[in-house]
């Protein structure tokens, strides 16, 4: 007996001691070796990590006002396994939020501990919600971004996605500054039924980096309404222009119609969004015969005095025919670019090598971006010299087969208005920290990558005789017997030259006949620049030529801006007379 005992007592001590010892593992293993598993998977059952989009910096004009600014705004949330009667909660929502009972119903069943309703609700919903005092729901204060001009500046200034990410123009050119550092915190469940949802929120989220531009609101304004004009006016498909502060490169104005706004974006097309002027590439036409000339005046093969002889309105180059719109016959250097003859121009341009011209072309930014800070610059299209036929050589010499943006153009007729310097355009003044200071330069060691503010650098490219040759040649574009004498503004001399391309058409593999781009560039007061302005309409459908359609963009929004800038009229210039006879040449 007494040994049935001591093994029933050994027994169960056994017993009691191998289940302590299953216990302490266990716990050993919960405790010591899974401790890190585990607490991760309590943390997902009671918090979830939002990601904070900081509050964006400013965008303002060069008179310091708001382009572009970051508004709060509340965006509602809801934590599914804490809400009891679903349907209940998507019936009393729906109304409040905009969205159909059958999709808020969804949402709510998610198995998900976290998920957004609506982002970025305005105040009059949020106000809405909270009445309802709901349990198992609530609001994260977000960001939204507004453009307080609405239409006028869209494709420079672009717009911000959801998530507050730059998604076009400026916007996303200078995301890395614009943006600044996301936060993260935790929404967490405290009970049964109560969340706390800005626990461990790391308070206001600072601003990084602010932008001052170089647009001219007023300005930006008047461009815009102007070219809405002419664009109309010409039954065009659309058209660009840019306004630049002709010594500086300070672009104050760039203009492409029709536009959009910013604030309501997903209702336009993708080709709204395109800032044309910078972007997109066209053939100059015309305008291009002053980079001709400039090159063959510098290599010494023409003189300021020669004449050339227009062949009557017909010039074979091998199996093609060069065409002018008037039968010309002999014509001075100065008549040439006043009248705006493709013959002459290809005969000039024809005396240079391909190599060289090239080089002269490039001289003068053609061939690669122009650096102005703004979004997807284009650098246009040039053809290797070596692949130039007599055809391409002839073409090229007035403006046809190569392809250049506006702001590329604009910038190469204003070196007549610098005594032969490129001036490079620039469209930010300088970047502001949160302490407001105002910086020229900022790296982001992130993406390696500085950006740098304000003016560059002018280059002498041609020498200034040259210049002042070609500035005097433009400003009889617009005088009495040139192609331009629409643009003539009275008490002002402008200088300026037409553009009219004819636009390739893939399907036929040759140009149109009926569809074209006219264009008008040029500067103001032409002794003394002070604005270089650039109108490109395409496909109008009143007049081809430049001086018809683009001419009288180009004189109202110099009119306009010289005003504002208190540009007075010169007593002794009486250029501009209402009155005057269509030249169908440019």
């Known amino acids: 007996m007494i040994y049935s005992f001591k093994v029933r007592l050994l027994t169960v001590v056994g017993l009691f001691t191998l289940c302590l010892i299953l216990v302490l593992a266990r716990s050993f293993q919960l405790q010591i070796l899974q401790k890190d598993r585990l607490q991760d998977l309590a943390r997902s059952q009671q918090q979830r990590t939002v990601v904070l989009e900081p509050k964006r910096g400013k965008i303002f004009d060069r008179n310091g006002r708001i382009l572009a600014l970051s508004v709060p705004v509340g965006s509602l949330?809801?934590?599914?396994?804490?809400?009891?009667?679903?349907h209940q909660y998507a019936k009393k929502l729906a109304?409040?939020?905009?969205?159909?009972?059958?999709?808020?119903?969804?949402?709510?069943?998610?198995?998900?501990?976290f998920v957004w309703i609506k982002r970025r609700m305005d105040q009059r919903q949020v106000k809405a919600v909270k009445a309802l005092k709901l349990e198992g729901i609530g609001f994260i204060e977000e960001f939204l971004r507004y453009y307080p001009e609405r239409y006028s500046g869209a494709a420079v200034i672009g717009f911000t996605g959801i998530d507050s990410q730059g998604l076009e123009g400026i916007e996303f050119e200078y995301q890395d500054l614009l943006k600044g550092q996301s936060r993260r915190y935790v929404v967490e469940k405290e009970g049964s039924y109560r969340t706390v949802p800005l626990k461990g929120h790391p308070g206001p989220l600072p601003e990084q980096y602010s932008l001052k531009l170089t647009l001219d609101?007023?300005?930006?304004?008047?461009?815009?309404?102007?070219?809405?004009?002419?664009?109309?006016?010409?039954?065009?498909?659309?058209?660009?222009?840019?306004?630049?502060?002709?010594?500086t490169g300070a672009i104050l104005a760039v203009s492409t119609y029709p536009g959009f706004d910013p604030n309501r974006y997903e209702r336009f097309s993708r080709a709204h969004y395109l800032n044309r002027p910078v972007t997109a590439g066209y053939e100059p036409g015309s305008t291009f015969k002053v980079i001709t000339l400039t090159a063959a005046l510098s290599e010494g093969l023409i003189t300021p005095g020669q004449s050339f002889f227009c062949e009557n309105g017909k010039f074979r180059v091998r199996s093609h025919t060069v065409r002018d719109v008037k039968k010309f016959g002999k014509l001075t250097l100065k008549q040439v670019l006043q009248k705006s003859s493709n013959i002459c121009a290809a005969k000039i341009g024809m005396s240079l090598s391909p190599e060289k011209f090239d080089e002269y072309i490039r001289r003068f930014g053609f061939g690669s971006r122009p650096g102005t800070g703004l979004a997807a610059e284009a650098s246009g299209k040039l053809l290797e010299p070596r692949r130039w036929s007599p055809l391409d050589h002839a073409s090229i010499s007035f403006g046809q087969g190569i392809l250049v943006s506006p702001i590329q153009m604009l910038a190469a007729v204003n070196v007549f208005s610098t005594n032969g310097k490129r001036v490079i355009p620039y469209a930010v003044e300088y970047a502001i920290d949160s302490r407001g200071k105002k910086l020229q330069e900022?790296?982001?060691?992130?993406?390696?990558?500085?950006?740098?503010f304000g003016p560059k650098p002018h280059e002498p490219i041609v020498e200034p005789q040259v210049a002042r040759l070609i500035n005097r040649f433009m400003v009889s574009v617009t005088e009495e017997g040139g192609t331009a004498r629409r643009v003539a503004l009275e008490g002002y001399e402008i200088a300026g030259k037409t553009g009219t391309s004819q636009v390739f058409d893939p399907k036929l593999g040759r140009y149109s006949s009926t569809?074209?781009?006219?264009?008008?560039?040029?500067?103001?007061?032409?002794?003394?620049?002070?604005?270089?302005?650039?109108?490109?309409?395409?496909?109008?459908?009143?007049?081809?030529?430049?001086?018809?359609?683009a001419g009288p963009v180009f004189r109202e929004i110099a009119r306009q801006t010289l005003k504002l800038k208190g540009i007075m009229p010169s007593p002794d210039l009486d250029q501009g007379k209402e009155t005057v006879q269509l030249s169908r040449n440019d």
């Not at 790296?443 to 990558?449: E, G, I, Y």
């Open 515 to 549: 569809r074209h781009i006219a264009s008008f560039a040029g500067f103001v007061p032409a002794s003394d620049p002070v604005i270089s302005i650039i109108v490109v309409i395409r496909n109008p459908r009143k007049s081809p030529y430049g001086g018809v359609v």
């Open 95 to 113: 109304p409040h939020v905009d969205i159909s009972f059958r999709k808020l119903h969804k949402l709510l069943k998610s198995r998900k501990p």
């Open 442 to 452: 900022i790296s982001v060691p992130k993406n390696r990558k500085v950006y740098r």
């Open 77 to 86: 949330y809801a934590h599914p396994a804490d809400i009891e009667s679903k």
């Open 217 to 247: 609101s007023r300005i930006q304004h008047l461009t815009e309404e102007q070219l809405a004009h002419g664009v109309t006016e010409a039954r065009a498909d659309r058209g660009s222009a840019i306004v630049m502060d002709s010594k």
